[in-house]
Nanobody, 127 residues
Framework: VQLVESGGGLVQPGGSLRLSCAAS????????IGWFRQAPGKEREGVSC?????????FYKNSGDGRFTISSDNVKSTVYLHMNSLKPEDTADYYC????????????????????WGQGTQVTVAS
């Protein structure tokens, strides 16, 4: 299993970015992908998650303030994190993680429940 994040970079406050998490090494029919971030000196925290099932249904949970949304392209085996109205406090390394199973609880899996992690992509929000 391999997860490769991309799309990070430097953006001004108020700007937008789209992060990608390209997955390989497993069938993209029953999966749960989560986005996490870790700012310098802080613990890694969950941002959003999405889960696909073999029956075609999708569960997702976006960030609480609505600025970030998650989506998936099952054909490309890629999950995206769309980040809008970025703030300096969003500066962090962003990671995607995978659980090779569907998810049927109302909240995203905890960090420890994910099985595979990407290397991360850095997002810096500054003027």
């Amino acid at each position: 299993v391999q997860l490769v994040e991309s799309g990070g970079g430097l953006v001004q406050p108020g700007g937008s970015l789209r992060l990608s998490c390209a997955a390989s090494g497993f069938l993209f029919d029953e999966y749960t992908i989560g986005w996490f971030r870790q700012a310098p000196g802080k613990e890694r925290e969950g941002v959003s998650c999405i889960s696909g099932s073999s029956d075609g249904s999708t569960f997702y949970k976006n960030s609480g303030d609505g600025r970030f949304t998650i989506s998936s392209d099952n054909v490309k085996s890629t999950v995206y994190l769309h980040m809008n109205s970025l703030k300096p406090e969003d500066t962090a390394d962003y990671y995607c993680a995978a659980l090779i199973a569907g998810w049927y609880r109302p909240d995203c899996p905890e960090l420890s429940e994910y099985e595979h992690w990407g290397q991360g992509t850095q997002v810096t929000v500054a003027s």
